[in-house]
């Protein structure tokens, strides 16, 4: 799902602390100082997926102790943003691992779909920055808690789809290849797409309000995990879209 190390009510939490911190005044976070952090984070993890994609079928158990010390990262990042500096790089050493066994998994049942939905990202992602940095799209308020709502939204239903499954219910909005579910996939990667834009303007925002220079670690994360969730969602999407045809 989209960034919670980015949402509005915990950054305004996080920022409540920084006037006491030195740091935030002698060394200021930047803005090239987050995209170095995220492009970095970005590389880690596209190493870890590689060698994910070609091991991971012989140590299977890699996959949920992955997905499982993801998970724990995460939260204590999002709880002590101080330690991102160091936990930054080992969450995308695990979100690689996962991400490498997930892609195979398509890849085998779709020949060609990995390199699809891996274009299609950067393509997304270079749209967003381009419609951000020029202006073209302004990030205010209301654009913020309405993506932030619907975000909530989304990931309350998948909460409740996986918790259905356990029981052998299956939303076929989720799973089918109708036009419904295709439709489903359409939206849910456009929400995708638009908590980027969320992500950008609160890089700057850190960087405008002179954030402590481990935070590059911080917003470098939540744009990570951002751009993992878009690139899921469009590679489901591709999925079902060759399971119709």
Not at 33 to 51: N, W
Not at 70 to 83: E, H, N, S
Not at 112 to 119: F, M, P, S, Y
Not at 211 to 238: A, F, Q, T
């Amino acid at each position: 799902m989209s960034s919670p190390l980015l949402k509005e009510k915990r950054i305004s939490e996080i920022s409540r602390g920084f006037a006491s911190d030195p740091q935030s005044v002698s060394q200021p976070m930047s803005v090239e100082g987050a995209i170095k952090a995220s492009a970095l984070l970005v590389i880690i993890m596209a190493v870890s997926a590689a060698v994910s994609w070609l091991y991971l079928a012989a140590i299977p158990f890699l996959f949920p102790v992955s997905l499982l010390a993801g998970l724990v990262l995460l939260a204590v990042t999002l709880m002590k943003p101080k330690m991102s500096p160091t936990l930054a790089p080992v969450y995308a050493v695990c979100e690689g691992m996962v991400l490498g066994f997930i892609s195979r998994l398509f890849e085998d049942a779709y020949s060609g779909i990995v390199l699809q939905a891996l274009g299609a990202t950067v393509a997304v992602f270079m749209a967003a920055f381009t419609l951000y940095s020029t202006g073209v799209i302004k990030v205010t308020a209301r654009m913020r808690s309405t993506i932030v709502l619907v975000t909530a939204g989304v990931a309350l239903f998948y909460l409740v789809a996986l918790v259905a499954s356990f029981f052998g219910v299956q939303f076929s909005v989720m799973h089918s290849s109708s036009l419904a579910s295709i439709g489903f996939s359409v939206m849910v990667s456009f929400l995708a797409a638009s908590s980027l834009l969320l992500d950008f303007d609160s890089i700057e925002r850190g960087a405008r309000e002179t954030h402590p220079k481990y935070m590059e670690w911080y917003y470098g994360l939540g744009l990570l995990v951002s751009i993992v969730w878009l690139y899921l969602e469009i590679l489901r999407l591709l999925a079902k879209s060759k399971r119709r045809n």
